[in-house]
């Protein structure tokens, strides 16, 4: 029997134990081909079908129709930093993005050399050490801008988008890395969406990109092949090899997400896991000292200091004995992070909330 862990790394992270017990039942034999999908052509039926469905559950999970298209590709969210204004950011235009954090930071850093005209940027939250997401009114919104990208949740300082902005015509697009399908919410306000897998998807290496036909269509041309959406989109994500083991396990995920009920259950386990979490910390605010504005709160990744960095490591030593593991918070901020993504059983949240009060009344 495995010691039983509660895992909160931030990413990768804790997957499914029955998505992994399915990896490990099909691992040798996938579906009776005498073959491990490890090994299989990424041009074979089984693999097409993996493809295809996969593609297919995205589109149900979040009420999207085939007016969008969604895409499988490799180099992390971070790849999409650039591929985004190479492809979307025309000669002299604009594009605006929000700054809330270090993600929105480098995906701006990267429009800034790889886009073709001005990078507008219609708030920052530097200022207030990205404690809070800007209102609605504080969004300087240029009406000429190419898209307009956000990054819905912050996974190093803790605060996450609780609303949609209104950007009138502009596409909206969206780094959901790390809270995608993790409540459901209007996704066809987004005209493109893009999330590395490693948090609330499945492992690394693979990245899903969504894209609205529209948009696809306002795409560049001659761009180098790999780097273009249209060339993805052209050949069904199979231009190339894709991360086949990776989608195949994004595939077993989103099933299990769907068997949970779809988007409007899991948010209600998540709603449920960060209420018990934050209920805990606000019971002693002065011991444990959220980072981030209540109303910008990220259900997925809560950050909070303790009253001294002794403390912090006594905690992180204590509820790793405990197992507790994954808490520290960034290396860029301290302190601690609880990630609840999906996969994290709400018995995980509802003890660690336990072992907090315990650790606040021996300390
Ligand atoms: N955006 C966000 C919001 C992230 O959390 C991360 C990774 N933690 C990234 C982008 C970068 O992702 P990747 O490592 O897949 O390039």
């Known amino acids: ?10 990413g990768p992270a804790v997957l499914p134990k029955d998505v992994l017990r399915q990896v490990q039942s099909e691992l040798l034999d996938y579906k009776g081909t005498g073959i491990s999908i490890l090994e299989s052509s990424h041009r074979a039926a089984e693999y097409e079908e993996v493809n295809s469905s996969t593609m297919k559950l995205f589109r149900e999970l ?8 969604v895409l499988f590709m490799g180099g992390g969210a971070s790849l999409q930093f650039d591929m985004l204004p190479m492809n ?3 000669k002299g235009g604009t594009a605006a993005y929000v700054e809330t954090g ?14 073709n005209g001005t990078v507008h940027v219609a708030a920052s939250m530097k200022e207030e050490k990205f404690g809070r997401i800007p209102k609605q009114n504080e969004l300087k919104i240029p009406s000429e801008a190419a898209y307009f990208h956000i990054t819905t949740n912050n996974t190093i300082y803790g605060c996450q988008w609780q609303y949609v902005p209104e950007v009138g015509n502009i596409p909206l697009v969206s780094d959901m890395s790390s809270d995608i399908l993790s409540r459901d919410m209007d996704f066809k306000k987004f005209a493109l969406i893009y999330a590395g897998a490693q948090k609330n998807l499945g492992p690394s290496g693979a990245t899903v990109v969504i894209i609205r036909d529209d948009l696809l269509a306002k795409c560049a041309e ?6 273009s959406y249209k060339t993805h ?15 195949y396990v994004v595939r077993l995920v989103l099933e299990w997400i769907k068997n949970q009920g779809g988007l409007k259950a899991v948010e209600k386990v998540n709603f449920a896991k960060k209420e018990r ?5 606000d019971l002693h605010p002065d011991f444990y000292r959220g980072t981030v504005k209540p109303d910008s709160r990220s259900w997925m990744n809560l950050t909070l200091r303790l009253p001294s960095e002794d403390l912090e490591k006594k905690f992180l030593s204590e509820a790793k004995a405990a197992g507790f593991i994954g808490l520290k918070g960034h290396r860029d901020v301290g302190g601690i992070r609880v990630s609840l993504y ?18 606040k009344k021996a300390n």
């Open 277 to 281: 979490i934050y209920q805990a910390m």
């Open 233 to 247: 989109a052209g050949k069904d994500s199979l231009y190339n090899t894709p991360p086949v083991f990776a989608v």
């Open 88 to 90: 979307l950011h025309p």
């Open 102 to 115: 270090s993600w929105a930071e480098k995906a701006i850093k990267e429009a800034k050399k790889v886009g």
């Open 342 to 359: 999906n996969a994290l059983p709400l018995e995980g949240a509802e003890k660690l909330a336990a072992f907090m009060l315990a650790f």
């Open 222 to 227: 001659g761009l180098p092949t790999m780097l």
């Open 62 to 69: 979040m009420g999207l129709g085939d007016n969008y298209k």
């Open 1 to 10: 029997m495995a010691k039983q862990v509660y895992n909160f790394n931030p």
